[in-house]
């Protein structure tokens, strides 16, 4: 998916379980009474910058005031199961979708609001089918053709009222200026049903949705031999100052193409005849590249998915079929089984072995009542098995002490297995090549056998994850410039969505406005005052760019013991040689004492760690001799190919961060597009600045180094310690844990961060471990390096959705305030005066992954790429009238449309306005340290995010590689599971700098 593809985390209500009757008169949940958390509430409008007038993506919303929505808790039990707990029966978002269906068909009403959750949004209130009545409960029995079959699967269903409530009450009650923060939760539930409307629609309709994204096949283009590119569209309802708002947006996704499963195989460069050969590690690429993909079985000599030309449904890969003894890949030479009629003999006579037992299970069954249950059986010709006098004598053959033989003995006699090559020659008239590997799907106690070459991928499938060449087409795709953009949502918004003729959205009475809205007073923010050499300010060229020339404001001493370990043929000796001259010449200019390097080429490494250690000791050996004194290891350069070979990027840094202590800075071949140039190395230059100067007061030998300063506008000059907090999650089907980080700025010039992180369990957002104690010890080391504690703490947290700011609220500001009760009783807070220490705190949560979009409304305020300055801010017209939130442009994006980042201000103890907020903000864009622009979000989270990235990669051969048999194997760190995974620790040498760069 693009980049400006992806959205947020949509709001999901939490029902609690109260059985009380709602009342249609008022908005009422049917749930117990809950304490909600006070958020902040806005403090008025910014009123800095030059004023601009923006079209945004939304759309207003038209809708009778007078209608009542009925929300319904749904819950779904497949005949003849126990309990009614879909998720652990399986039952997959097509079935449920299915289900709910047939329960609309089963109701006989007016068109109602579903998803897959399933969730049910009725505008009026269900009758029982039965009785005819409304009802707050009832229990709904439907029918569910099964794929390939006459049968059918019958479903019970199980509805539950769990809110009622009245539009025009709640929005009066949210517009209103005395409007408390339980109407604004209200508000969630509302919008919830509202989404849950306009998604049913394309759900149902659209080739495929994941979250709230709909793909169309209309105007596909292909950009690889196996992938196409499919557009899509997004919709999500809000609540603003215009009253409800329809935020629209464009975006595209990577799909499968309908084909054959064995052409997979070529972006691997593994050749048909070459997939029996494969060693493990090969095995364990191609069945994570092939695990979950959906397929269907396909017969060249019919031109027809099976036998009998029906349409099958599609199965789930789960890899290549391999002996689980020898690791040998299974071949169609190698598969036996039994036909039909074989497996209800074995069938009846095992239940005939029980019976004859006693009705007790076991092992060993009494040949006599074989026989004649076979006779029996025989007599009715109800099977075609052997005969009983041949099963006789097979029994003379085996006999054991007192009669008995072993049951699977006995029936692999009467029904021997048939080899899959005879079946296909006998039944097909076709002939399967010995060699071929067979892909399996199923479960591991039940696997199902399929020969490659009649797969073929199902369509509909989106790419996880799309190869490098697939996204560089994608990208060029899809980079609209921002009129373009504006047009293709309003065309999309108009066309395939069908709002206007779809039967549910008709049915709430809902319309939505053909104009996009307007913006007349957002503003461009100036950027912040940027100091280089000698108290000299950076020139700016626009765009959140400036011109950096001469020396760094606070150089490292030198580069004095450091080498480059070549690990790949591309890079030689003269490209060597060159990348060295460019590191002096860029050094020279930034004011950095440089020693020649220590190079070595490795051909071939068979122990990564050991070949780290050995380079690393060999660089301080040489500098130590010139030096005549003991010099460690600074930093080692490492010229590396593509992962795919034993020097991987991810073992490199958990070898160097965790083992030596020593930094490194990789560079691939794969994204050098010839020679070292001046600008690739000056950017290398930026980070071993950033990297290796350590902290005054964190014990580091290294001085203290910085880029340039940035002067951050702290509110009303107070001494204010700024934090960033984000939970990195690792790719679906990955069993990596997940890393929870907390970066802190330890100066006022937003250059030197020092940070900290834990594992956690999978997927799982709100809840660090050990937070209290991470945030204790990142406060005593800005105590130490800043003369006395924070009176001002500013949190940006990443990665939450609406539904969890009350979870926020209750946990996280809960730690900060616990931390600074604990730190004020220690001996040293008493000491300096700080006994009632208790800073304010201000909690800020950013959503870089949002829909919104701005288009200039006037060419004159665009910049070169169409977009706006960087510095862009909107606080009116389509923010929630009573939050304090707002829309941050602080880059400009080098093509395409940018995407803002929606910032929400939770807790505001600092008492600070709008414009102190936003500009303090904008000025934390430009603290990154490894290049001369603004970057997308606030540094402290940009960091963070860097450190929970840089940690997950010290899984990469523990977890990353391991892949489950069924993909349905729990792990020790999956979601849920009360044992946490172990924390990888980094050097000591590490642990006070900027090693996450």
């Given at each position: 998916m693009s980049d400006d593809q992806s959205g947020p985390k949509r709001a999901r209500a939490e029902e609690d379980g109260s059985e009380r009757t709602p009342k249609q008169s008022k908005t009422e949940e049917v749930s117990d009474e809950k304490t909600f958390t006070p958020f902040a509430i806005r403090r008025g409008k910014g009123t800095r910058g030059k004023v601009v007038s923006a079209i945004t993506n939304y759309y207003r919303l038209k809708m009778d005031q007078h209608v009542n929505i009925f929300q319904y808790e749904v819950i779904v039990k497949e005949q003849g199961s126990t309990e009614f707990e879909d998720d652990k029966l399986g039952l997959s978002k097509g079935i449920k979708l299915d289900v709910m269906k047939a329960l609309e068909k089963k109701l006989g009403t007016t068109p109602v609001a579903f998803n897959a959750a399933p969730?049910?949004?009725?505008?009026?209130?269900?009758?029982?089918?039965?009785?005819?009545?409304?009802?707050?409960?009832?229990?709904?029995?439907?029918?569910?053709?099964?794929?390939?079959?006459?049968?059918?699967?019958?479903?019970?269903?199980?509805?539950?009222?769990?809110?009622?409530?009245?539009?025009?009450?709640?929005?009066?009650?949210?517009?209103?200026?005395?409007?408390?923060?339980?109407?604004?939760?209200?508000?969630?539930?509302?919008?919830?049903?509202?989404?849950?409307?306009?998604?049913?629609?394309?759900?149902?309709?659209?080739?495929?949705?994941?979250?709230?994204?709909?793909?169309?096949?209309?105007?596909?283009?292909?950009?690889?031999?196996?992938?196409?590119?499919?557009?899509?569209?997004?919709?999500?309802?809000?609540?603003?100052?215009?009253?409800?708002?329809?935020?629209?947006?464009?975006?595209?996704?990577?799909?499968?193409?309908?084909?054959?499963?064995?052409?997979?195989?070529?972006?691997?460069?593994?050749?048909?005849?070459?997939?029996?050969?494969?060693?493990?590690?090969?095995?364990?690429?191609?069945?994570?590249?092939?695990?979950?993909?959906?397929?269907?079985?396909?017969?060249?000599?019919?031109?027809?998915?099976?036998?009998?030309?029906?349409?099958?449904?599609?199965?789930?890969?789960?890899?290549?079929?391999?002996?689980?003894?020898?690791?040998?890949?299974?071949?169609?030479?190698?598969?036996?089984?039994?036909?039909?009629?074989?497996?209800?003999?074995?069938?009846?006579?095992?239940?005939?072995?029980?019976?004859?037992?006693?009705?007790?299970?076991?092992?060993?069954?009494?040949?006599?009542?074989v026989i004649q249950s076979l006779e029996e059986l025989n007599e009715k010709n109800q099977y075609k098995t052997t005969p009983p006098d041949s099963v006789r004598q097979m029994f003379d053959a085996l006999t054991q002490e007192e009669g008995k033989v072993e049951i699977d003995e006995i029936l692999h006699k009467i029904c021997p297995p048939t080899r899959m090559l005879d079946y296909f020659q006998d039944t097909y008239n076709m002939k399967l090549s010995v060699d071929v590997p067979i892909i399996w799907t199923g479960s591991k106690k039940k696997k199902s056998f399929h020969y490659l070459l009649h797969a073929w991928i199902a369509p509909g499938q989106r790419k996880n994850k799309a190869d490098p060449g697939e996204t560089e087409q994608m990208i060029k795709l899809t980079s609209d410039k921002p009129p373009q953009r504006m047009r293709m949502i309003d065309g999309m918004c108009q066309g395939e969505a069908r709002f206007g003729e779809d039967p549910v959205v008709q049915a709430f009475s809902l319309q939505i406005q053909r104009q996009m809205i307007t913006v007349d007073d957002a503003r461009v923010l100036p950027p912040p005052r940027i100091e280089t050499t000698h108290g000299r300010d950076v020139q700016f060229k626009g765009g959140g760019d400036w011109d950096h020339r001469g020396s760094l404001f606070s150089p490292i001493e030198g580069l004095l013991s450091w080498g480059i370990l070549v690990t790949d043929r591309f890079y030689a000796e003269h490209m060597v040689k060159r990348f060295k001259e460019l590191m002096e010449e860029v050094c020279r200019e930034k004011g950095i004492k440089l020693n020649p390097p220590h190079v070595h080429f490795l051909n071939n490494s068979s122990n990564l760690q050991d070949d780290l250690k050995g380079f690393s000791n060999e660089v301080s050996e040489i500098a130590s001799q010139k030096a005549k004194q003991k010099m460690p290891t600074q930093l080692i350069v490492v010229m590396k190919g593509p992962d795919n070979g034993s020097v991987s990027y991810s073992e490199i840094k958990r070898v160097c961060d965790c083992e030596l202590g020593v930094p490194t800075t990789c560079c691939n071949s794969k994204k050098m597009k010839g020679e070292f140039k001046f600008p690739y190395v000056k950017g290398i230059v930026l980070k071993i600045n950033a990297k290796l100067g350590g902290y005054s007061s964190g014990g580091s030998s290294m001085p203290p180094?910085?880029?340039?300063?940035?002067?951050?506008?702290?509110?009303?000059?107070?001494?204010?310690?700024?934090?960033?907090?984000?939970?990195?999650?690792?790719?679906?089907?990955?069993?990596?844990?997940?890393?929870?980080?907390?970066?802190?700025?330890?100066?006022?010039?937003?250059?030197?961060?020092?940070?900290?992180?834990?594992?956690?369990?999978?997927?799982?957002?709100?809840?660090?471990?050990?937070?209290?104690?991470?945030?204790?010890?990142?406060?005593?080391?800005?105590?130490?390096?800043?003369?006395?504690?924070?009176?001002?703490?500013?949190?940006?947290?990443?990665?939450?959705?609406?539904?969890?700011?009350?979870?926020?609220?209750?946990?996280?500001?809960?730690?900060?305030?616990?931390?600074?009760?604990?730190?004020?009783?220690?001996?040293?807070?008493?000491?300096?005066?700080?006994?009632?220490?208790?800073?304010?705190?201000?909690?800020?949560?950013?959503?870089?992954?949002n829909n919104t979009r701005f288009f200039p409304a006037n060419p004159r305020d665009a910049s070169r790429n169409g977009n706006f300055e960087a510095g862009f801010v909107c606080d009116t017209t389509i923010v929630n009238p009573r939050m304090f939130d707002f829309h941050l442009l602080s880059h400009s994006g080098l093509q395409g449309t940018s995407r803002p980042v929606y910032y929400h201000v939770l807790l505001n103890e600092g008492d600070y306005t709008p414009d102190a907020i936003q500009e303090l903000t904008y000025a934390l864009c430009y603290g990154y340290s490894r290049c001369t622009k603004s970057i997308g979000c606030v540094t402290p989270i940009y960091y963070a995010d860097k450190v929970a990235e840089r940690v997950r990669l010290y899984y990469g051969g523990d977890w990353d590689d391991f892949m489950s048999d069924t993909g349905t194997a729990q792990s020790t760190v999956s979601g849920g599971s009360d044992r946490q995974p172990e924390t990888k620790v980094i050097h000591e040498n590490m642990r006070e700098t900027m090693f996450f760069l």
């Open positions: 969730t049910l949004v009725s505008p009026y209130k269900l009758k029982d089918p039965e009785s005819g009545t409304e009802v707050d409960e009832m229990s709904v029995v439907v029918d569910v053709p099964k794929p390939n079959e006459k049968r059918k699967r019958n479903f019970e269903v199980k509805l539950r009222l769990t809110r009622v409530d009245n539009v025009a009450e709640l929005l009066d009650h949210c517009q209103r200026e005395g409007g408390d923060v339980r109407g604004m939760n209200n508000l969630i539930h509302l919008l919830t049903s509202l989404n849950v409307i306009f998604h049913c629609g394309p759900l149902v309709r659209m080739i495929a949705s994941r979250g709230p994204w709909h793909y169309t096949k209309t105007n596909f283009q292909q950009i690889s031999k196996a992938s196409d590119l499919y557009r899509a569209f997004s919709q999500n309802v809000k609540f603003s100052e215009q009253g409800l708002v329809l935020n629209f947006n464009s975006g595209a996704g990577v799909f499968y193409r309908e084909m054959e499963l064995v052409d997979l195989f070529a972006p691997l460069g593994i050749r048909m005849d070459a997939v029996k050969r494969l060693d493990q590690n090969e095995l364990k690429r191609v069945n994570k590249l092939l695990g979950g993909l959906k397929l269907k079985v396909f017969f060249p000599h019919t031109q027809k998915e099976g036998k009998s030309g029906k349409r099958r449904q599609p199965e789930t890969v789960k890899g290549i079929a391999f002996d689980d003894k020898t690791g040998a890949v299974v071949t169609a030479g190698m598969v036996t089984f039994l036909k039909k009629d074989g497996e209800l003999l074995q069938k009846k006579l095992r239940y005939v072995a029980k019976s004859k037992n006693g009705g007790t299970r076991t092992e060993k069954i009494d040949f006599d009542s180094s910085m880029n340039w300063k940035v002067h951050l506008p702290f509110p009303n000059n107070v001494k204010t310690m700024v934090f960033g907090i984000d939970v990195s999650h690792p790719a679906p089907g990955s069993r990596q844990p997940s890393v929870g980080a907390i970066t802190a700025l330890m100066d006022r010039y937003g250059s030197r961060y020092l940070s900290r992180y834990k594992a956690q369990s999978r997927r799982v957002e709100v809840g660090i471990p050990d937070m209290e104690d991470m945030i204790a010890g990142l406060i005593e080391d800005f105590s130490q390096s800043c003369m006395g504690p924070p009176d001002a703490i500013v949190v940006y947290r990443d990665g939450v959705s609406e539904s969890q700011f009350d979870q926020v609220l209750a946990t996280e500001v809960r730690a900060f305030q616990n931390v600074a009760r604990n730190l004020s009783q220690t001996a040293q807070f008493q000491q300096n005066g700080k006994g009632n220490w208790m800073p304010t705190i201000t909690y800020i949560v950013s959503q870089k992954r």
